[in-house]
């Protein structure tokens, strides 16, 4: 290009400085604003009549060293659920969301199937369904019945499979009818279109929301304690009922706070990149 | 002048797209902006409408300068009228709904007093009948003066349209440049990239060859479209003709 070094004018060099003066303004803004909030609301919690006696219940340092490792104990049990939960609900709900969208009368008993596997098991509450798996099926006496924590596992993963396959399913909708026609133009089969064309996309598309559901279930995987097994949560509840303490509560919630950034961390990420994307050029 | 650029600068990145360009706009004047792809047409529209930040430079509009970061974009932006290349529609409005939706919410005016207006206009340009259809029922022609009425009825002072009959199949071109002919007639003040040279020779009062980020040659439309000066510009033109186009 002609000009390599390009000086601005001085009408640029006045523009620059005005929208630094500018950005330096709000974020001195942003800081005083932020300031005065959290004085208010320090000033009104810790002013509470209540505060010193809620203070002694839920915030006492000793009883949370004490609870801690039995609730870490708890928490592997939930990462390891989840990670297993996540990936086997990840698998459900792909298969049933592409089921969904089969066209063709061959398939109304497989689309039938999985319309009603996906309408009834979002309607029905997470704790019900764990409680028919983990007490119904032992009940039926079979033999080799898996244990508790298999079994509630199960019920999770099909919970978080029907939701799973709703997301995917609007993200494979989503995807131009005209790109199929493309793609199947080129003599690729449906399930070639599906497989390089279509399902890129839908999961790009897709991907906030089913991250969202991801880590909704990081949370709920600790309702298999209903069934028995010691999570995190259920491991706070023993302590507390030791104590008459709610400190194991916090700890337990901080705990699972933690370890919900990183997983909220790639869900902006990913959203910000793919609105990037997007939205390059016009 | 209702339109002044001077010495406007644009890069993206290390691309200068827009390198100290001058242009200056009459009131009632209609300018056809021609040149090859990338030459800058479409970023200059852009940036007249503030939707690009400019690098350098400044942009006057009715004596007021644009570019200053005091100045609302918002309140510009009501002056200024933009057509798109590819419509732009709102696909879940109808094509009243498209049309009334600034008049309504920008604007505040009543919605009987929008739409009565919105109406005039769509009997004029023959598409009263499509009100209450949604764009995508609509051929690319209707969609695109139904697109230069959404811009319309905000008056603006002055009307961008950005190659507007590019995405057109070519037997509809002809009713959206009926339509930019008759708005020539109303005194509409208009800057309009295109590749259609003749349609500029037809409607322009001045064209403008933009090569490399600036404006290499102007002048009326018989003299640079027939007996450019610049080399380039009589290189740029043999193409068009090679490929048909004039």
């Known amino acids: 290009m002609s000009s390599e070094l390009h000086r601005p004018s001085d009408k640029q060099l006045a523009r620059i400085a005005f929208r630094r003066r500018k950005a330096i303004r709000s974020v001195l803004l942003a800081a005083l604003s932020t300031a005065v909030l959290g004085t208010l609301f320090a000033v009104l919690i810790t002013g509470a009549p209540g505060w010193d006696r809620v203070k002694q219940s839920f915030f006492r340092g000793d009883i949370a060293r004490d609870s801690l490792p039995a609730i870490l104990d708890g928490l592997w049990l939930n990462i390891r659920l989840f990670v297993v939960c996540a990936a086997c609900a990840l698998a459900l709900g792909l298969l049933v969301g592409v089921l969904r969208t089969l066209r063709g009368p061959v398939f109304f008993p497989v689309r039938a199937l999985a319309t009603v596997y996906t309408y009834s098991l979002r309607g029905l509450p997470l704790i019900i369904t764990i409680y028919l798996f983990a007490y119904g099926i032992p009940g039926l006496r079979l033999q080799g019945t898996p244990s508790v924590t298999v079994l509630g596992g199960a019920a999770i993963v099909i919970t978080y499979g029907a939701y799973i396959a709703e997301v995917l399913r609007s993200g494979i909708e989503s995807v131009h009818p005209s790109q199929v026609a493309a793609a199947r133009s080129l003599g690729l089969s449906y399930r070639r279109t599906m497989r390089f064309v279509v399902l890129p996309q839908a999961v790009r598309r897709a991907a906030p929301p089913l991250l969202n559901d991801v880590v909704s279930m990081q949370k709920d995987v600790g309702l298999i304690s209903l069934a028995g097994p010691v999570d995190a949560i259920r491991a706070a509840q023993i302590s507390q009922a030791g104590s008459y303490n709610f400190t194991p509560y916090i700890v337990a919630g901080v705990l699972f706070v933690l370890l919900a950034l990183p997983l909220i961390g790639i869900t902006d990420w990913v959203t910000l990149r793919a609105a990037r994307r997007q939205n390059a050029g016009t | ?246």
Not at chain 2, 48 to 76: A, C, K, S
Not at chain 2, 94 to 109: C, F, G, M
């Open chain 2, 1 to 246: 002048m209702l339109l002044t650029c001077t010495e406007v600068r644009k890069t993206f990145g290390d691309a200068v797209v827009l390198d100290g360009l001058d242009l200056t706009v009459d009131e009632h004047e209609v300018i056809a902006l021609i040149g090859a792809s990338g030459s800058g047409k479409s970023t200059l529209l852009r940036c007249v409408n503030l939707l690009t930040e400019i690098d350098d430079g400044t942009i006057m509009l009715d004596g007021e300068d644009i570019t200053d970061p005091r100045v609302n974009p918002d309140v510009v932006r009501r002056k200024i009228g933009l057509v798109f290349q590819s419509y732009n529609l709102f696909p879940h409005m109808t094509v009243l709904d498209n049309i009334t939706l600034a008049p309504t919410k920008v604007r505040q005016r009543p919605a009987a007093e929008a739409k009565a207006q919105a109406m005039e206009w769509l009997d004029r340009v023959g598409l009263a009948d499509k009100a209450g259809s949604y764009p995508d029922r609509l051929s690319g022609g209707q969609q695109q003066r139904v697109a230069i009425v959404r811009a319309l009825v905000n008056s603006p002072r002055l009307l961008l349209l950005d190659e507007v009959t590019s995405a057109l199949d070519p037997e509809l071109v002809g009713e959206v440049l009926t339509m930019i002919r008759d708005l020539k007639g109303d005194g509409m003040t208009m800057v309009l990239a295109t590749h259609e040279m003749g349609f500029a020779r037809q409607v322009a009062d001045r064209v403008a060859f933009l090569d490399k980020g600036r404006v290499l040659e102007q002048g009326p439309p018989a003299q640079v479209l027939g007996d450019p000066v610049e080399a380039r510009t009589r290189q740029f033109l043999a193409r068009i003709i090679e490929a048909g186009r004039l």
